[in-house]
């Protein structure tokens, strides 16, 4: 069985630990891998090696770090089927889904490509007599990123392609449920020329993770998984003096007004819930159907869910994958049924689906929920599984309070054709992606990507303008060459002001 290993200071190591956790076929239920798990040591281990290499690739050139950068981005765009194989396997999405994955990656890197215009500084001519000022920005030191299953190369690369660009060295601690697609990724860096040292990769669970926090040349840890974790690292890495972006869970709310056209919102609502097995912290997972009419839409919604082809992800005739784990789907079915227990109508149960051939799969069929309310489990938990829970409001106004009264804050969406409508509910909602006849609004690269509310802790959002702040410190200075024979020579006690 093959061991999946860390990558410290350019090559693959078992480093100390010999713990480990398994890696499952999502599709046949059964073990194919295994994953080291790092030990407090390990992760010093690598941490010793990101700082030694900080030394020099903080002094590298621009142009030296965007050589490796455009390197970097070749070889991701040549590799983007073995990365989607790799991550089909281990997560158990569909190969379609896993190369768009790579893809919103890959914009990231290409976003990183342009960082000498990024890291420009401003400069104020003749501020004061003789005296010009001027400001640029510094990389950190060794930052830590600490990413979750459901995307296990789009996560990292919100992080360690504009960290690296910014002249700091990086530890990565990806999922240990698909580790393998980081793996890939630490050897094409060492391809592309990035130094040893600058990108490493410690495989573990909590105590890697508490190892990193508690680390004192760590300079800062972006976190992304669920919320009562991205509140713990928040927590235990900010009393470190830690900078620290932690994104956390959601619950995505779609509203639809009755204006919008009924196919295009079923359409766009089914993607939306059921892509990835709504595996998705920009899933919608919550439909709000405003007015009297829903029942059309509803039944659109049904039919189409019951169409959707649940299968291995790496069938081309799949459309939809089993969940992560055999933990996660007992979990799903469980939820669906506190729906019916607390009133709720089951209009698509997907807990019976069996796939053919992979009877012991994770699977969980496309599952819609109706008459449910804000005070059901399946409303109040993530359930993050292919499940979609319709929520029936009165009108707009209703729909944006409901959606800001959910303690989450990621994603949300607005199907409708009145402009009016949009606007209102763009400026109501407390919410920080926001789509209006896009489900799944996911900024590009060149915006950052963030959630409000209990779905982000930190003041950070990731990528983009947010991501580059994040991951440097401004210097400013103010800069005078006098000539001394021109000075008056006086001592001056008052507090400097500019003349
Ligand atoms: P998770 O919180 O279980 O794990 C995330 C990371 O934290 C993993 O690397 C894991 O090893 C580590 N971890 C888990 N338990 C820990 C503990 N007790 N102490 C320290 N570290 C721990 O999340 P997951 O199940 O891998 O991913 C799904 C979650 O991630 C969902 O809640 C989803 O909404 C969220 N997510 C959010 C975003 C976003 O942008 N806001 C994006 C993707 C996923």
């Not at 030191?141 to 690296?164: C, D, E, L, R, S």
């Not at 495989?203 to 190892?211: F, H, I, L, Y």
């Not at 990193?212 to 928040?234: E, K, M, N, W």
């Not at 932690?246 to 892509?275: I, Q, T, Y």
């Amino acid at each position: 069985m093959d061991t999946v290993q860390h990558w410290i200071a350019g090559r693959h190591t078992a480093a100390g630990s010999t713990r480990t956790s398994p890696v499952y076929d999502p599709a046949t239920g059964e073990q194919q891998a295994e994953v080291l798990l790092a030990s407090r040591d390990d992760v010093g281990t690598a941490v010793a090696a990101a700082r030694e290499a900080f030394t020099s690739w903080s002094q590298s050139s621009l142009s030296v770090r965007t050589k490796v950068l455009f390197a970097f981005r070749e070889l991701v765009n040549a590799r983007i089927d073995e990365l989607a194989e790799l991550i089909s396997a281990e997560h158990g999405k569909v190969l379609a889904d896993a190369r768009g994955e790579v893809q919103r990656g890959l914009e990231v890197v290409e976003f990183a490509c342009g960082i000498p215009q990024l890291l420009k500084g401003d400069y104020s001519d003749q501020v004061s007599n003789g005296i010009d000022v001027f400001s640029f920005r510094e990389p950190l030191g060794v930052v830590a990123g600490i990413t979750p299953f459901n995307f296990p190369a789009m996560v990292p690369m919100w992080m360690y392609p504009v960290a690296i660009a910014c002249g700091n060295t990086f530890v990565l601690k990806p999922s240990e449920r698909d580790p393998s697609a980081s793996a890939l990724v630490a050897r094409l860096w060492a391809e592309a020329g990035l130094p040893e040292g600058v990108f490493n990769v410690v495989n573990g669970d909590k105590e890697s993770v508490d190892a990193l926090l508690d680390h004192p040349d760590v300079a800062a840890v972006s976190f992304v998984g669920s919320t009562p974790i991205a509140r713990y690292i928040h927590e235990r890495a900010t009393a470190t003096g830690k900078r620290v972006q932690a994104l956390g869970g959601a619950k995505n709310h779609a509203v639809v007004l009755p204006d919008a056209d009924p196919e295009f919102a079923a359409n766009h609502l089914v993607s939306a819930a059921f892509g990835s097995a709504g595996e998705r912290c920009m899933a919608i997972s919550a439909a709000v159907v405003v007015g009297r009419d829903g029942d059309r839409l509803l039944d659109l919604v049904s039919k189409k869910a019951g169409e959707v082809r649940v299968g291995p992800g790496r069938d081309a005739g799949s459309e939809m994958g089993p969940v992560i784990t055999a933990q996660a789907r007992e979990r799903i079915v469980g939820l669906i049924g506190t729906g019916e227990q607390q009133g709720a109508r089951i209009a698509v149960d997907g807990r019976g689906l069996v796939v053919p051939g992979h009877e012991n799969g994770f699977f969980v069929g496309p599952t819609v929920i109706d008459q449910v309310t804000t005070s059901m489990d399946v409303y109040r938990e993530e359930i993050f599984g292919p499940v979609l829970s319709v929520v029936r409001s009165s009108d707009v106004d209703e729909a944006i309070a409901l959606v800001n009264a959910n303690p989450y804050g990621n994603g949300t969406a607005i199907f409708t054709s009145s402009g009016e409508a949009a606007r209102r509910f763009q400026r109501g909602v407390t919410v920080g992606m926001i789509g209006i006849n896009v489900p799944v609004p996911v900024p590009m690269a060149y915006y950052s990507f963030g959630g409000w509310k209990d779905s982000l802790f930190g003041d950070k959002h990731v990528h983009g303008p947010e991501g580059v702040a994040f991951y440097t410190r401004a210097k400013v200075v103010t800069s005078r060459w006098p000539h001394v024979e021109a000075d008056d020579g006086r001592v001056q006690l008052a507090f400097p002001t500019s003349s």
